[in-house]
């Protein structure tokens, strides 16, 4: 079985100031890691995943995410928050033989100016 | 770009009619997926089909079914729309059997009165 939590139902941050959204996983074997963001009346995007390698991964839109196998986390990260990036986030999870994602509850992402 | 398309963005329809939701895709994807949207409960995986005439239940598949003619098409059949089907559908695709990011169409709003 597979699974993904999202501890925060809303993270809010100033314009300019460092954002983080929090996401934890557990899966058997290797995991396959994705982060969709979702703005008002649209279906997900893609924003990056983690499959192997570099434990920092890059992504659309200055976001990037670290995967940590210890702390079986795979944090979404910005340095710099726009008022733009204000959207639902969601964290999804895969693993080998299955070709489904399990998804997180989604963390509403506020950005003020 | 891969482009999922769907067939209504809005949908309102009456308890007990049987109610078709189609998903196109143009990306000769193999896999193609329906899940639910619903607000603090993320997305939930309804049915999903590896190929033309195979499909496989999700999380949650009860007072649904799904048909897949060709490959690019997936139709979602609710057979007797209930009030608690009242929700955002949304239709995904993706490459191969190894697990791949999903692309996601626009959705669809379906109210059932």
């Known amino acids: 079985a597979q699974s993904v939590a999202q501890p925060e139902d809303q993270v809010n941050v100033a314009e300019g100031n460092p954002l983080t959204v929090k996401c934890t996983y557990s899966v058997s074997g290797n995991p396959y890691l994705f982060w969709y963001v979702q703005y008002p009346n649209r279906g997900l995007q893609f924003l990056l995943k983690?499959?192997?390698?570099?434990?920092l991964v890059k992504g659309s839109y200055g976001f990037e995410a670290e995967f940590n196998k210890s702390q079986t986390s795979f944090h979404l990260k910005k340095p710099s928050a726009l008022v733009s990036d204000s959207a639902l986030y969601f964290c999804?999870?895969?693993?080998?033989?299955?070709?489904?994602?399990?998804f997180g509850s989604g963390t509403r992402l506020q950005v003020q100016p | 770009d891969v482009k999922v398309t769907q067939s209504s963005r809005y949908l309102v329809k009456r308890t007990g009619e049987k109610v078709f939701l189609e998903c196109v895709q143009d990306m000769d994807h193999e896999n193609m997926f329906w899940y639910r949207q619903d607000p603090g409960l993320g997305l939930r995986l309804i049915y999903f089909s590896y190929d033309v005439k195979m499909k496989e239940k999700g999380d949650i598949p009860e007072g649904y079914s799904v048909s897949r003619e060709k490959k690019e098409r997936f139709s979602l059949i609710l057979e007797s729309a209930s009030t608690n089907q009242t929700s955002m559908y949304l239709c995904a695709s993706s490459l191969g059997q190894i697990v791949y990011e999903q692309y996601f169409g626009p959705g669809t709003r379906l109210t059932v009165t």
């Open positions: 983690y499959i192997t390698g570099d434990n």
């Open positions: 999804a999870v895969g693993s080998t033989g299955r070709r489904a994602l399990t």
